[in-house]
């Protein structure tokens, strides 16, 4: 996401399957071991080549996949320790948490009363508790929630067939019921 804007922003996915290229500017403080490349950075982002790659495969183009689908980030910004590592908001000090998760609850709950969406899904459970805490003071409609496997590396459920799982839990919830059959495949892909 630093490097393109973009949630789980995979440069390839990004801006093979997605479409999307252009200059991503610097910000006015860097990380110095985190140095903003854009589109020219190297470095290969999984979960964003699982998550936009099963999207690819089950629904070829991302035109028709974004006809029904959107990946909205429940907190747009990068927190990075002196060492570099990402620090997730989860992780934050509760002063820093209690204002930040006000902002992004008000935004997602603004999203929902624009998009009005019938299914809102967490990826991973952080963003499912979220989802969660925001819509509690949600007014109607509300729409239906679940929660998927988070694609991290970082997570070991994930490096098992992460795709196949995800497809199962959005099927068992009733979020993909019936595939477009301009992108049948056969019954063991997702």
Not at 32 to 54: A, I, N, T
Not at 127 to 144: F, M, N, V, W
Request: net charge positive.
């Amino acid at each position: 996401m630093v490097q393109t804007g973009i949630p789980f922003g995979e440069i390839a996915a990004v801006r093979d399957w997605l479409g999307i290229s252009g200059e991503v500017l610097k910000p006015e403080k860097e990380h110095p071991k985190r140095l903003v490349s854009g589109f020219d950075c190297r470095r290969s982002e999984v979960s964003g080549f699982r998550l936009w790659g099963l999207f690819a495969k089950r629904f070829g183009t991302a035109e028709t996949f974004f006809k029904h689908h959107l990946v909205l980030n429940y907190c747009p910004l990068a927190f990075l320790e002196s060492t570099g590592r990402n620090r997730t908001p989860d992780k934050l000090r509760p002063t820093e948490k209690e204002a930040l998760f006000s902002a992004c609850d008000q935004h997602l709950r603004e999203a929902i009363a624009a998009l009005q969406p019938e299914w809102v899904i967490g990826i991973g459970g952080f963003a499912s508790q979220r989802i969660g805490e925001a819509l509690r003071t949600h007014s109607d409609p509300q729409p239906k929630t679940c929660q998927i496997l988070h694609p991290s590396p970082a997570n070991p459920a994930a490096n098992r067939n992460w795709a196949q799982i995800v497809t199962r839990q959005l099927r068992e919830a009733g979020v993909w019921v019936q595939k477009d059959r301009t992108h049948e495949k056969s019954k063991d892909e997702p």
